[in-house]
């Protein structure tokens, strides 16, 4: 099992990037799912949660920008970004929390890195 991101480029102020997580391998089921980025020198943070029942919240600082989703059927994460800001420059890793049929394990994806400038 693994995750796979992917999306990331580079894009000038006010633009839009999606990015996406792919879980590979045997999956059966996706729980909690959650973007985090990190910036050069800065802590990895976390951008949003998204909860198995629908349920999401983000960061203050992507509030209204950010959107997060899934597809359970193509096992894919998604974090929509629109407005994007030079602040909004990190690596961005998805973490999720997937069922193998046996248990729960939660996995990091790789990361993918968006840069935002003009």
């Known amino acids: 099992v693994q995750l796979q991101a992917s999306g990331g480029g580079l894009v000038q102020p006010g633009e839009s990037l999606r990015l996406s997580c792919a879980a590979s391998?045997?999956?059966?089921?996706?729980?909690?799912v959650d973007w985090y980025r990190q910036a050069p020198g800065k802590q990895r943070e976390l951008v949003a949660h998204?909860?198995?029942?629908?349920?999401?919240n983000y960061a203050d600082s992507v509030m209204g920008r950010f959107t997060i989703s899934r597809d359970n059927a193509k096992n894919t994460m998604y974090l929509q970004m629109n407005s994007l800001k030079p602040e909004d420059t990190a690596v961005y890793y998805c973490?999720?929390?997937?069922?193998?049929?046996?248990?729960?394990?939660?996995?990091w994806g790789q990361g993918t890195k968006v840069t935002v400038s003009s």
């Open positions: 391998g045997s999956i059966f089921g996706i729980n909690a």
């Open positions: 998204s909860t198995s029942g629908g349920s999401s």
């Open positions: 973490y999720a929390d997937l069922w193998d049929g046996t248990r729960w394990t939660k996995y």
